[in-house]
């Protein structure tokens, strides 16, 4: 039986255009799934948009139409923008389904049955950008206003409302955090989630009556939930809440990967909800980075959004991700530019890996007629540079299960770059002047290491690593991580296909 696994995106707000961000939190959990599907895992990848709320129903407003047709709207945008990443996700969920609703109402009730939810009257701070509610110590007074750290005013607010007993959960939260050490990563978010709740947690405000979209509550149809609720039951519905018994199994193996930004709602108001609702906790939440634009932080006012659409049209998809996945340690902030997009690809995938691989072949071609003239042993694979192909994917499988992306991909690039010392130490096209059977012996320990490359690589350059694979003419049964073996190596006389370059430089 297959080990199960569940990977979620947030749900993206649908008030405006997918942006780098966006991008950015789904090539992450498409990477992760695609991994962990070659790894002979039973993968779940959820992910989608948020469709209520006071923001949208301006939006909406704004732009003359129903909330219904905006979100309908925009939401194709994000569908669209998975496709053009080629997203592998098994579920899209949009917060207007049905099977939505019935999660969400299921969810509340529960909540309600446990003594958890109580009627009173809201006062307090509220940002419509964030649509969330601030204490007056997270926030920052100009004036006679006071602005959330993203510099948005708030408001405030006065309505009856029904609250969530979030204050009763602390204790359970910071002993939960204690003995679960990895359940919030990376560990600076991890301590900040901790101060967070150490200063003292207050009762939550969970609907609103001052506007209508979004989904009722019940016996109380004046009453809205508060969207975050609303936003959150998604991982929930994904596996069929509230009969998802089949599917309880993914859930204890439940990874979220956020922006930094939502990690208050994802790591504070979810995990007490789920107490509250006497529900498991997910495995972890990971909060990532911010990207900012040439060393500015991105901005509508600054009009400098990153188009993903764009920038895959210009330099291509896997050069996108690539850059994306490798740029940065996941959790750190990054800074986007077409400068040092260009840079990385043409160094890492035109000269060190789609060059060598160029060259390798097409001497094979020119020498051997393309076909493998060298027959692997025991001694051969015991031996420099088979020996570390072959270790190489614990060394990948340990840090990418540890959400180490980029340390990853670095590990393989590592090799890589081995592989052009090897090929350049050997000399194969002086060699083969004197001593053809050990050129036959270096091109086809180079072909083999290319197989593992080509295998290993899949997850995170999907488009290359095909085209690899098959210019090696691997058997797309034999390309699943239980091949990267050296029982699997590929034997005297296996034939190739012409070689196609892989990485074109970008000029």
Known sequence: MKNKIYITTPI?????????????????????????????????????????????????????????????KVSKNFRELLQKIDSTNTDFIRTTENRHEIACKKFWNTLCENNQVYLSKYKGWYSIKDESFY??????????????????????????????????????????????????????????????????????????????????VEDHNNHIMYVWIDALVNYLTSLGYPNFKEKKNYWNECIHV????????????????????????????????????????????????????????NF????????????????????????????????????????????????????????LPSQLNLNSIDNYPLKDAYLLFQKVEKLINNLELSKGIDEIFVFISKLNKFMDESEPWNLIKDDRESTARVLTELIESFRVIGII?????????????????????????????????LNKGHKLNEPKALFPRLE
């Open 12 to 72: 993206f707000y649908v008030n405006d255009l997918p942006h780098i961000g966006h991008s950015y939190t789904s090539i992450i959990c498409d990477a992760l799934a695609r991994f962990y599907r070659l790894n002979n895992f039973d993968v779940l990848f959820t992910t989608g948009t948020d469709e209520h709320g006071l923001k949208v129903e301006k939006a909406a407003e704004k732009s003359g139409m129903t909330p219904n047709n905006f979100v309908d």
């Open 135 to 216: 204490q007056e110590k997270e926030l920052i007074k100009k004036n006679d206003s006071f602005f959330t750290a993203d510099n948005e005013k708030v408001e405030w607010i006065e309505e009856e409302s029904f609250f969530f007993k979030l204050s009763e959960w602390e204790n359970s939260l910071l002993s939960y955090y204690e003995n679960c050490p990895e359940f919030i990563q990376p560990k600076s978010r991890r301590n900040e989630v901790i101060s967070f709740v150490k200063s003292g947690l207050k009762d939550l405000s969970i609907s609103r009556t001052s506007f209508k979209w979004g989904i009722n």
């Open 258 to 313: 956020i922006g930094k930004d939502i990690l208050k709602f994802h790591a504070v108001y979810w995990p007490a909800m789920l107490m509250a609702a006497k529900l498991p906790l997910p495995k972890k939440i990971f909060a990532h980075g911010w990207w900012t634009n040439e060393g500015k932080k991105i901005s509508k006012s600054l009009g400098n959004s990153i188009d993903p659409n764009k920038i895959i049209d």
């Open 316 to 371: 291509g998809l896997d050069q996108f991700r690539y850059f994306l996945l490798r740029e940065v340690t996941l959790g750190q902030d990054g800074d986007f530019s077409e400068k040092a997009l260009k840079n990385r690809v043409n160094s890492d995938l035109s000269n060190n890996l789609g060059n060598l691989v160029q060259r390798t072949i097409k001497f094979l071609f020119k020498n051997f007629e393309g076909v």
């Open 457 to 489: 690589l899949q997850p995170f350059l999907p488009i290359a690593s095909k085209l690899l694979l098959d210019t090696l003419n691997i058997d797309n049964k034999l390309r699943t991580f239980e091949y990267l073996n050296s029982k699997n190596f």
